[in-house]
């Protein structure tokens, strides 16, 4: 990569062949956009939609459920074979509409780029569209533009400035320059004479080359990373992928058991069959992809009202078990307005309270509240900051509206703090001249008039002002500057920037008479030292909490930023994750370190400043290589790459780009790292209770299969019909497994560490547990059948009736069951979740019309039972929740298990 920034004009326009004056020649301009290409982002061809949706289809548990629907349709139980084919269309839809979206991100680039440029060619200025720049053009740009390919300024006006916000993290606008810098290896952000394409030029005007177009430039070099990046499926879709293949291989081993035992006592080969299969159908839990589906779905509803928009469903899940949250400083961890914590007089040391731009706070002299009134030279270094100021502060109703640098709003807040409006300064001090800030003065100053009287107002770096300053103001009056002032300025100065606070210099003069210059040279001199204001861009105060909850969840915190290291590193240790073994590293020392010195370092580091995108993507696959699931925030196109690598991309609502939005999996809307945490603890809940429903369905398609194949291995009679499982299945399956995914998030949730990624979604305990209730649910479902069987020596019909209903009955019991494998259901208050009350409550009257109702009993070959029976069917129905609180109460004890 040529180094363009440490070369000279001349260098630059011998290299590419071109004029410093009259740019190209059209036909020099033409051969090189025939050998080079257009100055455009190029895209890769990606999958078509039907493509896309068709791979939708791939995974062996969506086969499954397609022949189950096929099998369905074959014993003409149509309402089963339409449910499961609508579950896995709406899959593939869902899949389809998140995937097509994600492969459009190209697009949103492509959106910053200028349609058309100002160019010189043969020493005339023509406009061109964009595209058609070639390396050696010369550009005219001005206030407004946005840059059309990366450049070298030639030339510009004092005031030139651009927003490179979206491409280095850079909150105000920088200052640019034509000059050469001396160092070759510089930050991207710390390039002060070039333009990078996508950026907006917000004051002055400049001429300068072209050196880099479409992918060759550093928006082509993000569009290159992002479209390298291939997404990667979540924790939860593997382990549901994995899941599947094991329960369909363990169902059709169980399935063909039975199949093989009834032949083997004589039943008929068409009804083992048919009986056969629909114990398949029932066994296979087809309602768990729209059961996961819905959860995700009213889980994105939940936080919206914690303001996170969730743009792909599993992300949702993911969120749950993030270990490693890479998040930027600047609007996110603090609140993207500038602050005046200090303000520093040749007396006295003043803090100012209150965050951001509102204007309510107090000034504060060791620790006690003081009346700003009292103390004339507070009052004066804070009408200096105003009056040498283009921002605008307004309050209205209460609410506080902004125009301006954040440096200059800041100002007008700590000023009107104390009393200090600049509508009324300005109402007595009328503009006459503005000399604007440039990066070589590093100061800025404005001449007014206040009836006869004229005077400047200056504000800049502090040691350069200094120079300029002969007097210091001190109780009120003027008086000289001598050396042991300079000292105890500058002492002053490096205790507020060793703080990383940004500290500027304001300063003042009277001028005897109209100037009759009003160059720099000719205006800063001999003024009047009033004081140092310093300033920081504040944690949010929700923050802390935020953080405060990262630490006791076990997840860690690391900032990626465009800002410089002590800054970075102060905000840090405020908010409590930069620690005494903690590291800071710039884009410069990850640079340095290989990929695999990286991944060992990645541990101690909390903080990386300076960075590029490619940092920024380095940082996030070492978290990954070491099998950390990873969050990344990201507001612009800088972020782009490492917020798509990430498992979970976290956009900026406020601030973030479109480009950045379309990578994301999800986006903030408020811009705030609380809301991420809100986020992770949401992701926390719906996946327990993801497991709450698959607990469910497994330990029901359980019992059921073993009610069949120990009544088979006995040699008993069948206990169910095929008609009889397909029902029981169908009651129990749906609404209140839906319910279990609805159940309140545990209040202690974010007090557990973060679940491993490769955990599986059933684990050796919760194996042993689902086991232990499919037997009792067995049991208690035989014991009915062969009460009224052997017992009460009533007709199989009835005794299969009493079984239907104990396995129906003893299912929707288990449901409350599930909500916790830790916790006795009468601590978690039945009524905490009405909707599984609703959903058991009106399957348990849909199986009661099975019985009851005439017109269905030829049909699910039942009979009425009488009350006995039905005491009897509830006693055993409920026998093995008791027995389920009986081991909670045991394991609290003697820790059996240890799940939630």
């Not at 996030?620 to 070491?626: C, E, G, I, P, S």
Request: proline content about 4%; charged content about 25%.
């Amino acid at each position: 990569m040529t180094k363009w920034w440490h070369l000279g004009i001349e260098e630059i326009a011998r290299r590419l062949e071109t004029d410093g004056k009259a740019g190209l020649s059209a036909a020099a301009a033409d051969d090189k956009l025939k050998t080079l290409g257009a100055n455009e982002l190029q895209e890769k061809k990606g999958r078509g939609p039907l493509a896309i949706f068709l791979d939708q289809f791939k995974g062996l548990i969506i086969w499954v459920l397609i022949g189950a629907a096929l099998v369905s349709g074959f014993l003409k139980e149509w309402v089963d074979a339409l449910a499961i084919l609508a579950i896995v269309i709406l899959n593939a839809i869902l899949g389809l509409a998140q995937e097509y979206r994600a492969e459009k991100s190209l697009a949103a680039l492509k959106k910053l780029s200028a349609p058309s440029s100002k160019v010189i060619r043969d020493g005339a200025a023509r406009v061109i569209p964009s595209r058609e720049l070639v390396p050696g053009d010369l550009v005219e740009v001005e206030a407004g533009d946005y840059i059309p390919a990366d450049c070298r300024v030639s030339w510009h006006t004092s005031n030139f400035a651009v927003q490179e916000a979206s491409l280095t993290g850079e909150s105000t606008p920088v200052n640019k320059t034509d000059i050469v810098l001396e160092e070759k290896d510089i930050p991207l952000a710390e390039r002060a004479n070039i333009l990078y394409t996508g950026t907006v030029v917000v004051s002055g005007k400049a001429r300068a080359f072209v050196v880099e177009t479409g992918m060759q430039t550093e928006l082509g070099r993000i569009a290159g990373l992002i479209q390298d990046i291939k997404k990667e499926t979540t924790p939860l879709q593997r382990k549901l992928e994995q899941f599947g293949k094991l329960l369909v291989y363990l169902c059709f081993v169980l399935v063909a058991i039975v199949f093989g035992l009834e032949i083997l006592r004589g039943g008929k080969v068409l009804d083992m069959f048919l009986t056969s299969v629909s114990l398949a159908v029932a066994a296979i839990p087809e309602g768990l992809p729209a059961v996961v589906t819905i959860a995700l779905a009213l889980g994105v509803q939940r936080m919206v009202r914690r303001h996170v928009l969730i743009r792909k469903l599993p992300s949702v899940e993911t969120l749950g078990c993030a270990t490693v949250i890479c998040s930027d400083k600047t609007g996110t961890l603090t609140k993207n307005e500038m602050t005046v914590l200090a303000v520093w007089t040749s007396r006295d040391a003043f803090e100012v309270t209150g965050t951001g731009y509102d204007p309510f706070g107090e000034f504060r002299k060791a620790s006690e509240i003081v009346d700003p009134c009292v103390h004339p030279d507070l009052v004066k270094a804070l009408v200096v900051g105003v009056l040498c100021n283009n921002a605008q502060l307004t309050v209205k109703d209460g609410k506080t509206s902004v125009f301006g640098d954040p440096t200059e709003i800041a100002i007008l807040s700590a000023a009107a703090k104390a009393g200090v409006w600049k509508g009324e300064e300005e109402d007595a001090f009328e503009l006459v001249e503005e000399l604007p800030f440039d990066s070589e003065r590093k100061k800025m100053s404005i001449v007014r008039r206040a009836d006869q009287d004229m005077s400047v107002f200056t504000k800049g770096a502090p040691d350069l002002l200094l120079n300029d300053c002969s007097f210091i103001l001190e109780d009120g009056a003027e008086r000289p500057l001598d050396v042991a002032d300079r000292d105890r300025i500058m002492k002053a100065n490096d205790a507020y920037s060793n703080q990383a606070l940004r500290v500027l210099a304001v300063a003042y003069r009277a001028l005897d008479q109209e100037p009759h210059s009003y160059e720099a040279e000719a205006i800063e001199k001999d003024l009047t030292f009033a004081g140092l204001v310093a300033m920081i861009d504040p944690p949010r105060p929700e923050v802390r909490e935020a953080m405060a909850k990262c630490r006791m969840s076990g997840i860690r915190t690391v900032m990626i930023t465009g800002d410089h290291r002590n800054t970075a590193v102060a905000i840090a240790r405020e908010l409590g994750f930069y620690g005494e073994d903690s590291q800071a590293l710039t884009g410069e020392d990850v640079d340095r370190l290989s990929d695999a010195e990286l991944e060992t370092a990645v541990e101690r580091v909390a903080v990386y400043a300076r960075v590029s995108p490619e940092h920024k993507l380095r940082a996030v696959r070492a978290w990954r290589r070491k099998g950390e699931v990873v969050a990344m925030t990201g507001d612009g196109v800088n972020d782009a790459p490492a917020v798509k690598e990430a498992d979970i991309g976290v956009a900026m609502g406020i601030t973030g780009t479109d480009v950045t939005k379309e990578v994301s999996d999800m986006v903030i809307t408020d811009d705030n790292f609380a809301s991420i945490v809100a986020a992770v603890e949401e992701g926390r809940g719906i996946y327990d209770n993801i497991r709450k429903f698959i607990h469910f369905l497994l330990s029901c398609n359980l019992g059921e299969i073993l009610v069949m194949f120990t009544a088979a291995l006995f040699g008993f009679p069948v206990p169910l019909l095929p008609i009889q499982i397909l029902w029981v299945n169908l009651v129990t399956d749906g609404l209140p497994a839906l319910a279990l995914g609805v159940d309140p998030v545990d209040p202690n949730i974010m007090a557990r560490p973060p679940r491993k990624p490769d955990e599986p979604v059933v684990t050796g305990a919760r194996a042993w547990l689902i086991g232990l209730q499919g037997i009792l649910i067995a049991a208690c479902s035989l014991a009915a059948f062969l009460f009224v069987l052997l017992y009460e020596k009533e007709g199989i019909d009835r005794a299969r009736t009493a079984a239907l209903a104990t396995l129906a009955c003893s299912q929707l019991f288990h449901a409350f069951n599930c909500r916790s494998m830790k916790e006795s259901l009468f601590k978690l208050k039945i009524l905490s979740n009405p909707h599984l009350v609703y959903a058991v409550g009106f399957s348990f009257l849909l199986q009661m019309a099975v019985i009851y109702v005439p017109f269905l009993q030829p049909i699910f070959k039942t009979e009425a039972l009488g009350a006995l029976d039905l005491g009897m069917i509830m006693v055993f129905s409920s026998l093995p929740l008791w027995i389920m609180e009986i081991v909670k109460v045991a394991n609290r004890k003697f820790r059996f298990y240890e799940l939630y």
